[in-house]
């Protein structure tokens, strides 16, 4: 087996934590101040929605584990989630920045309460498997921590990316109609996190056997994953 790991397939592999970054940190950083400011729900809401949501997310964690850790395909045990939620994963970020102006409160409310959930879900939909990945890569110890470093490297990127983008971009592409300006910014750069992971999953490899699957191993990888919200978890 060749154990080396190219410097495409090291940087296609930290794409992956680049897309979802994208889409997370954007989140993390100015979501609250869409809800409140632009959209015009009252902070208490948002603040409880987002704890609900968080709580549900801990417990859907497990089980995408144990979805993942069962998965047969003919790319591999972890990768094909790369395919199969790329696009879901893009869609879910951007329905989180548009909310309909035309909804009333209770609706704006519903729409928040039902697209914030989503992509809390198709993130760790698609970051659990995205973790697991990086142990099957490659045996080689060292190549491992490469792999990691670039993918440390790029999410780090892809974080400031959305910080430092998204305001120019939302007030040029919106002007005075600030939801259009976060819906249209929100809209680029999910487009870029999809293609992200589909790059990821065309130019790496599971170079390893995944062992047979446990409830232990199932459960143990989300639960490495979710601690760090995919950010920093090594899983290898």
């Known amino acids: 087996m060749n154990t080396k790991v190219t410097r495409k397939e090291k940087i296609s592999y930290g794409l992956g934590d680049m897309a979802s970054h994208i889409g997370l940190d954007n989140v993390i950083i100015f979501l609250t101040f869409y809800y409140t400011d632009v959209v015009g729900l009252p902070a208490a809401f948002v603040g409880t929605m987002f704890l609900l949501a968080r709580t549900a997310d801990a417990i859907i964690d497990p089980a995408m584990g144990y979805m993942a850790d069962r998965t047969r395909s003919r790319w591999g045990k972890f990768r094909p989630w790369m395919l199969w939620l790329a696009l879901p994963f893009g869609v879910s970020c951007l329905l989180t920045y548009a909310v ?28 659990i498997p995205y973790c697991s990945m990086g142990a099957v890569i490659t045996p080689d110890n060292d190549e491992r921590i490469s792999l990691q470093s670039w993918r440390f490297f790029l999410a780090t990127l892809g974080g400031a990316m959305s910080t430092f983008f998204m305001m120019p971009l939302a007030e040029y592409l919106g002007g005075a109609d600030k939801l259009a300006g976060y819906r249209w910014a929100m809209a680029i750069m999910a487009s870029a ?39 920093l978890s090594p899983c290898w």
């Open 100 to 127: 309909p102006q035309s909804l009333d409160m209770s609706g704006k409310m519903i729409f928040a309460s039902v697209s914030y959930t989503f992509m809390m879900l198709m993130y760790t939909a698609i970051n």
């Open 193 to 231: 996190a999809v293609i992200m992971f589909w790059f990821c999953f065309a130019n790496t490899r599971e170079r390893i056997k995944a062992p047979p699957p446990t409830i232990t191993t199932s459960r143990n990888c989300a639960i490495c994953c979710a601690m760090t919200s995919g950010a």
